[in-house]
């Protein structure tokens, strides 16, 4: 009698069990308000799954679903700090990240999800020319922590001034002379803000961005995720849903 109450029991936590289980596997994807690759509808600094839009978004929810690997997606910030919880922290990613030499080895990656160029923009009018990127340094730059464009510039010695929000209407305020930051991102978000379309003052680099997952998610996670976005790049998905955006 006691073997079969015992089994009982057993048995009736299985759901339990199963549930916990399924929990522990579906990865947190995080993000930032990065126009036009990921953004709150509302305008807001936090927000979860349909309350995301963006490029990147839209191709990351199409991934996860067609690899059929749960998730729930959350948009907040600091940038800085949701890389540290992908790092640090089991079935955690975040996306849109650049996969550079001093990430590389802190992350597993799938990509790329997009491309973008590492730029100085500056108000049209605006006199300043620079023939190479050090003719910057005369100048107060503002940009976002913990991007790649200002974490370039703070390893080349610039004095990178911190911007949480609304960086095109601080650049027009003259808070800064050039903003750092990238484009698309930098013309979608001025021309969103009302600012109009910026100037580019320099051109640093170009970089692609991807989805970085923390170094415990297993390879064969990993592997499907970049099988299924190869074909997803390969039918057009990708470049439909790019166009879409840019082009409004």
């Known amino acids: 009698m006691l073997h079969k109450t015992v089994c009982r029991i057993m048995f009736s936590l299985l759901p339990v069990f199963a549930a916990n289980a399924q929990a522990e596997d579906v990865i947190q994807i995080l993000t930032q308000n990065y126009p036009p690759f990921s953004m709150s ?34 948009l907040r910030f600091p940038w800085s700090r949701l890389q540290e919880m992908a790092e640090q922290q089991p079935d955690f990613a975040v996306y849109s990240l650049s996969r550079n030499p001093e990430r590389e080895s802190r992350f597993k990656w799938v990509g790329p999800l997009s491309e973008i160029q590492l730029v100085l923009l500056k108000i049209p009018g605006n006199p300043i020319t620079l023939n190479n990127l050090d003719d910057a340094r005369q100048y107060s730059i503002g940009s976002v922590a913990g991007t790649s464009v200002s974490q370039y510039l703070e390893k080349q010695n610039f004095t990178v001034k911190n911007v949480l929000s609304n960086a095109p209407a601080k650049l027009q305020a003259g808070e800064f002379d050039l903003w750092a930051t990238t484009n698309p991102a930098g013309d979608y978000e001025a021309r969103k803000a009302g600012i109009g379309k910026l100037e580019l003052a320099f051109s640093i680099s170009s970089t692609q961005l991807y989805l970085a997952l923390n170094r415990e ?11 299924t976005l190869d074909q997803m790049r390969k039918e057009g998905f990708i470049d439909q849903v790019t166009a879409r955006y840019l082009t409004e």
Do not use: C, H, W
């Open 41 to 74: 509808v509302s305008g807001k600094n936090f927000e979860r799954e349909d309350g995301i839009e963006g490029i990147d978004k839209e191709v990351v929810v199409e991934l996860f679903k067609r690899a059929g690997i749960p998730y729930q997606m959350t």
């Open 217 to 227: 998610t297993p390879d064969e996670v990993v592997q499907k995720l970049q099988s």
